[in-house]
């Protein structure tokens, strides 16, 4: 495969295939990393990019095909091929990010012919690798080429495919069986080595499974940054004019140690780094995710300022190099301030260190997410933008919203 990122000077590009079954956050854990990385990443987008009868499918249905009315050959031919015309596409940046890997081309098809033809599990293994038998050889070259990483709900394959089904607005009989039977796939996949990196999302925060995806890539190459806003507890103030959010803010920063930063130089930062030239036209979610993903360990503001006494920060409470505060270790700036839709303040917690380095780091940053935040005698390592995530709490002027459960929330939701 041609590419001009294979030569000497550079280390060789990389694909890596995000796998595993409905809503376990695949497409929103590919946005994340990739609004990260910036130019260093390339998304291959989705499979129907890769054939043109998808267009056909679509406008007749695409679930009436693929359950009732398509042969189950063309099913796994229209697949078979997606994924392979995918796998042909030139790099376009050093790391590229797949939805959806190889293996999940045999999941998809036996859990297909499972529904469709009343096979259990082992049968419709048996059948899917015979309906893929024409495309063995290319298809066993392309999932050599990539790095397969699979996002699960859980171990168990029957409460996965329950969560899986809860977060549909309507589920269909057939496709309650599909993903039943799909879950069982891909466990066995799992089970059989196909998938040399796995991640139980569980009930944990957007950010901490992706906290986890980038210490599982960042050996593969060295523009996948390290971690993701790791041992920060991060508290979010929003409110009208004048109602407390500065009071709030020095409170916290002179009571509980929190370093305070301004939002709209965290969102204009972010974006400009992700190439997006006006983020205030996006959706909050992803204004949260540019923020939350792109102050880590491996990075430090590109463009920044002597902030004036209104970024109200010291240097004794905030990391090092934090955007908006003043110190000897921050480089000269010029403060832009936020724009008025933008109005709050960004407040991170210092970790002790106890917590940041715990070998049960996720259980301990659960249990240590309930608790206040107090600054540590630590202070270096509290500060590390390299632990883990631990929790989001927004606060707005008079009240206190605590995260849900993730069982009555959405599992992408930041």
Sequence with gaps: MSSPYNSDTYPLPVSVAFSGPDNTGKTKQIGILARRMGPAASSAGPLDRYDPRWNVIKADGMAR?????????????????????????????????????????????????????????????????ILLAPYETDLRAAEEDEHALVLLHCEDPEEGARRSLAHEVSVTDIYAAYQRHLHEQINRLVDEG????????????????????????????????????????????????????????????????????????????SASHAGIGDPYRLGPVVQAELIVTRWTASTRPTTSSTPSASSRCTTSTR??????????????????????????????????????????????????????????????????????????????????????PCRSTRSDSP
């Excluded at 078979?80 to 990010?97: H, I, K, M, Q």
């Excluded at 999940?104 to 059948?127: I, K, N, P, W």
């Excluded at 569980?202 to 996948?224: S, Y």
């Excluded at 009071?247 to 301004?262: D, I, V």
């Design 319 to 404: 990391p090092p190099n934090s955007p908006g505060c003043s110190g000897p270790s921050s480089p000269s700036r010029t403060w832009t301030p936020p724009r008025p839709h933008a109005s709050g303040e960004v407040l991170l917690a210092p970790r002790t260190s106890s917590t940041a380095t715990s070998p049960n780091a996720h259980e301990a940053r659960t249990r240590s997410s309930r608790s206040p935040m107090r600054s540590s005698a630590t202070t270096d390592r509290a500060w590390s933008w390299s632990g883990g995530w631990t929790a989001s709490r927004s606060i707005a002027a008079g009240r206190n919203t605590s995260p849900r």
């Design 65 to 129: 095909w693929w359950f009732e009315t398509g042969p189950v050959e063309e099913v796994a031919d229209v697949l078979a091929t997606s994924y392979l015309e995918r796998s042909r596409l030139p790099f376009s940046a050093p790391v590229r990010l797949l939805d959806r890997g190889i293996p999940m081309l045999e999941a998809s098809v036996a859990a297909t012919v499972a529904v469709r033809e009343d096979l259990d599990a082992a049968q419709a293994t048996d059948r899917a690798r």
């Design 194 to 269: 196909r998938f040399p990196m796995a991640i139980r999302i569980g009930d944990r925060p957007t950010v901490a499974v992706q906290d986890e995806v980038r210490r599982l890539l960042a050996p593969l190459h060295p523009e996948v940054p390290g971690r993701a806003l790791a041992g920060v507890h991060v508290t979010a103030l929003g409110g009208m004019s004048e109602s407390g959010k500065s009071t709030a803010g020095e409170y916290l920063r002179t009571q509980h140690g929190h370093a305070r930063l301004k939002i709209g130089y965290l969102i204009e930062n």
